[in-house]
C-alpha cells in the first residue's frame, strides 16, 4: 500500500490538483453552517467536525431523473437521463465512508442492482478524513462496528498527525489521485506507530456507547411492548433526522410532463412522514408516529442486521445533535435493551 506524509499547509495545492477534471465535494462553510457540498472553486473545511447534511446526495441525489419520456406518435419514446455524472472526489469523515458501505449491501446486491447508485459509486473516489479528535460528545461510531480512524469505505485516509498528515492509499481509486500531492514524502515507520496512537487515543475519545447490538433479538420479541406507545408523543413528524442520516435510503417515484415530454424521477422519502405509506385507498398501515418510529428503529436495528447482518447507523449523531425536540437515538437504544 502506498503512503505519503504532506505538510497540513499543502493540502490546500492538493486539493486543487484534484479538482483538474472532477469535480470535488466537501465540507463548505455556509453562513453558520458547514454544509458537504461541491467546492467550486471554495477551500474545504477539513479541519471541521463533521457537515450538518451526510454526504449521500452525492450517491443518491435527493432528486434525481430516472428516465425521460416522449409521446409520439409511434409511441412512448424513453431515453436515459443526457447528463452523464462526472467522476468526483468526496472529502468525508469515516462514519459516512462506512455509510456508503452499509447502503452497496441495499443497492448493489446480487439480486436487485440499482444501477443509478452504481453509476455513482463507479464514478466516485472517496477521500476519508480520520477524526484524530472526535468532534461531538454525540459521536458513537465505536457502539455500531466503526472507528474515527476508520478506514472502511475510503480510497484514501488522511490522518491528521500534527505538522502533517499521513496519506494511505487504500484502493486502486485511492492510488490514480497520487499524482495529486505533489511534494508528499513517503511515509516511514515513524508515521505507522504515530497513526497507531492517534488511532488508540481517539477511540478512547468516544464518550457516547450504546447496547446497538444487544438490542436485535430484544427487538425480535417485542413489536406489540408498551414501550413504543409513548416514545414516539414528542415527535413532530419533521423528517429532520431521516434526511440528515447518512444510511436511511427510502425514496419515492413521481412522473412529471409538460405537454408530450417527461421525466421520471426519484426523491427522497421519510418515514417519519404521515403521507409516507398512504395508500390510494385512503388507508394507512402506520397511521399513528408510534408506527412510524418503531419503524425507523425496527428498521436500522432489526430488519437491516436480518437482511444484511449490520446495523443501518453508523453513529454520527446527526439525527441527536439536529432533532428539534432532541428526542436522542442513544437513549431509545438503551432503553430498548432494559425492556
Ligand atoms: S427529527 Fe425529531 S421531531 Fe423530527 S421526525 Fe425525527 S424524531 Fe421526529
Ligand atoms: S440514525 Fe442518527 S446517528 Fe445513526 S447514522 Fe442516522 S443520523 Fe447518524
Known amino acids: 500500500m502506498e503512503k505519503r506524509?504532506?505538510?497540513?499547509?499543502?493540502?490546500?495545492?492538493?486539493?486543487?490538483?484534484?479538482?483538474?477534471?472532477?469535480?470535488?465535494?466537501?465540507?463548505?462553510?455556509?453562513?453558520?453552517?458547514?454544509?458537504?457540498?461541491?467546492?467550486?472553486?471554495?477551500?474545504?473545511?477539513?479541519?471541521?467536525?463533521?457537515?450538518?447534511?451526510?454526504?449521500?446526495?452525492?450517491?443518491?441525489?435527493?432528486?434525481?431523473?430516472?428516465?425521460?419520456?416522449?409521446r409520439t406518435p409511434r409511441g412512448m419514446e424513453f431515453a436515459a437521463d443526457a447528463d452523464e455524472p462526472e467522476s468526483a472526489v468526496l472529502f468525508v469523515r469515516p462514519c459516512d465512508a462506512r455509510s456508503f458501505v452499509l447502503l452497496d449491501k441495499l443497492f448493489d446486491q446480487e439480486k436487485y442492482r440499482d444501477p443509478y447508485w452504481v453509476a455513482h459509486r463507479e464514478r466516485s473516489t472517496v477521500v476519508s478524513l480520520a477524526c484524530a479528535k472526535p468532534?461531538?460528545?454525540?459521536?458513537?461510531?465505536?457502539?455500531?462496528?466503526?472507528?474515527?480512524?476508520?478506514?472502511?469505505?475510503?480510497?484514501?485516509?488522511?490522518?491528521?498527525?500534527?505538522?502533517?498528515?499521513?496519506?494511505?492509499?487504500?484502493?486502486?481509486?485511492?492510488?490514480?489521485?497520487?499524482?495529486?500531492?505533489?511534494?508528499?514524502?513517503?511515509?516511514?515507520?515513524a508515521a505507522d506507530t504515530r497513526r497507531e496512537e492517534v488511532r488508540q487515543a481517539a477511540r478512547g475519545a468516544i464518550r457516547s456507547t450504546i447496547p446497538a447490538r444487544e438490542v436485535k433479538p430484544i427487538l425480535d420479541a417485542n413489536f406489540e411492548h408498551p414501550f413504543w406507545n409513548t416514545l414516539h408523543q414528542s415527535c413532530l413528524a419533521c423528517g429532520t433526522c431521516t434526511y440528515l442520516c447518512p444510511t436511511c435510503h427510502c425514496f419515492d417515484i413521481s412522473d412529471e410532463q409538460k405537454g408530450d415530454d417527461g421525466v421520471r424521477l426519484r426523491s427522497w422519502d421519510s418515514c417519519m412522514f404521515p403521507l409516507f405509506t398512504k395508500e390510494t385507498s385512503g388507508h394507512n398501515p402506520r397511521s399513528s408516529q408510534k408506527e412510524r418510529w418503531r419503524q425507523r428503529v425496527m428498521h436500522k436495528f432489526r430488519y437491516y442486521v436480518d437482511n444484511f447482518d449490520a446495523i443501518a447507523c453508523v453513529g454520527c449523531g446527526r439525527c441527536v445533535l439536529n432533532c428539534p425536540v432532541n428526542l436522542d437515538i442513544r437513549k431509545v437504544v438503551s432503553d430498548i435493551a432494559k425492556l
Do not use: Q, W
Open 135 to 189: 468532534p461531538y460528545a454525540a459521536c458513537f461510531c465505536t457502539s455500531v462496528g466503526g472507528e474515527p480512524v476508520g478506514a472502511e469505505g475510503a480510497d484514501v485516509l488522511l490522518t491528521d498527525l500534527g505538522a502533517e498528515v499521513l496519506a494511505e492509499f487504500l484502493t486502486p481509486k485511492g492510488e490514480a489521485l497520487l499524482p495529486a500531492f505533489e511534494g508528499a514524502r513517503p511515509a516511514d515507520e
Open 5 to 70: 506524509l504532506i505538510r497540513k499547509d499543502a493540502l490546500a495545492g492538493v486539493v486543487k490538483r484534484m479538482a483538474e477534471g472532477r469535480s470535488v465535494l466537501g465540507p463548505v462553510r455556509d453562513g453558520d453552517n458547514v454544509l458537504f457540498e461541491p467546492l467550486e472553486g471554495r477551500d474545504p473545511e477539513l479541519a471541521f467536525g463533521n457537515t450538518r447534511n451526510a454526504p449521500k446526495n452525492a450517491l443518491f441525489p435527493h432528486t434525481e431523473t430516472l428516465v425521460r419520456f416522449l
